[in-house]
């Protein structure tokens, strides 16, 4: 095993991202060490790329130097003393939630918001990097046929899958509204599709996203950005005018919000994902809630495991594809450009996937070729 490794590095608190050399971290006796084989850009690292408030607040100055990153994939190569139930070469995702196995709802079966669960990449070193040390309670075992730069944005998907079944995964024959176009809402539309659902309505800004939403099975692109269509009229003349079944914000914005309860039907769904840029929002409190009689679900992360067992059966079932989805591909020192890509608008990229391995960069290409 090499003494240090190669890793994208959050320095300062300010814009970037360091490409350093560092030791190979020091695993726990409850942990794993991960051989990275791939890793992809979520919103949650452009947020401490870009060191913004909510970074500062969340992570702050003194965590720093922090390694970035939490989505992963990957191959087991050493065990702590206490690890039981993952193996040396055991292909691995991370669940990014680590819970505290005394929270109250880790007891309830609700470990993924746990009042003091940490969270990879922002509480501790993530994975942008070529090894990375995971608890083996977040470890999640891989399909081997699922390629890694699929395997590792299971983390998103597993948000995208929990968002589209809820609670209670009655969602069959029914309409769903996506509000959004980044990538968890193209993933979900994916979902959405492969389990059923039969009327679903796409709402976004940026053509590059709309086709690929398009791709993954909307069948209806509403541009929130131009004003030729009435949305809500839209929606409800397609689903006999009562509106849809459910709606899934994954855009946090006043708009979204707002026509997001008025997309919906009486007794519906509304899903929230997406994070508000302020924290309190308006919203119809009375109609859009109260009469309406509708279910409003938080989704904060994926339900641990149900969510990533039935994201690895869709996998590799073949049911889902999401490779239009994964829209860029480069190696780990490259990550510059990848952030690039996720900063851009208007927006040209969904999901980013780094690759710290060229050998394992070039294959990938070789697959998508
Ligand atoms: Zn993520």
């Known amino acids: 095993m090499p003494e240090k490794m190669k890793a994208v590095v959050k320095t300062r608190p300010e814009l970037g991202g360091d490409w350093q050399e560092v030791p190979l971290p020091r695993i726990a006796d409850d942990e794993v060490l991960v051989r990275v084989r791939a890793t992809s850009i979520c919103g949650t690292d452009v947020h401490i790329y870009k060191w913004d408030p909510w970074s500062a607040g969340r992570i702050g100055e003194q965590a720093l130097p922090q390694i970035l990153g939490h989505e992963v994939a990957g191959e087991v190569v050493e065990t702590g003393a206490g690890v039981k139930g993952i193996h040396m070469g055991d292909y691995v995702s991370a669940e990014t939630h680590i819970p505290d196995p005394q929270d109250l709802q880790a007891l309830l079966g609700q470990m993924h918001i746990g009042e003091r669960m940490k969270i990879l990449g922002v509480d501790r070193d993530g994975c942008f990097a070529e090894y990375v ?71 976004g800004k940026y053509d590059f996203n709309m086709e690929i939403g398009k791709r993954m099975g909307a069948d209806h692109l509403l541009y929130a950005n131009k004003d030729d269509v009435d949305r809500i009229a839209y929606i409800k003349d397609h689903t006999r005018g009562y509106g849809a079944d459910i709606v899934c914000d994954m855009a946090g914005s006043t708009q979204a919000l707002e026509e997001g309860f008025q997309m919906l039907r009486k007794g519906g769904r509304f899903t929230a994902f997406g994070v508000a ?80 391995d060229r050998q394992e960069f070039d294959a990938a290409q070789q697959r998508r070729a």
Request: proline residues 6%; hydrophobic residues 45%; aromatic residues 10%.
């Open 277 to 356: 840029g302020e924290a309190t929002v308006p919203i119809d409190y009375n109609n859009g809630i109260v009469f309406k009689g509708c279910q409003v679900h938080g989704v904060n992360g994926r339900k641990m495991f149900d969510t990533w067992y039935r994201v690895r059966n869709l996998l590799s079932s073949g049911r889902l594809d999401i490779a239009p989805v994964v829209s860029h591909m480069f190696p780990l020192e490259e990550y510059e450009q990848g952030f690039e890509k996720m900063i851009e608008r208007p927006r040209h990229a969904a999901k980013v996937v780094l690759f710290p």
């Open 133 to 203: 040390a995971i608890p083996e309670v977040v470890c999640w075992v891989n399909d081997k046929a699922i390629a890694p730069e699929y395997a590792c944005v299971q983390e998103p998907l597993g948000n995208a899958t929990y968002a589209v079944l809820g609670e209670d995964n009655d969602v069959a024959g029914k309409s769903m509204v996506f509000v959004g176009d980044g990538p968890i809402s193209l993933f979900a539309v994916g979902v959405a599709r492969a389990v059923g659902v039969t009327n679903i309505f796409l709402v």
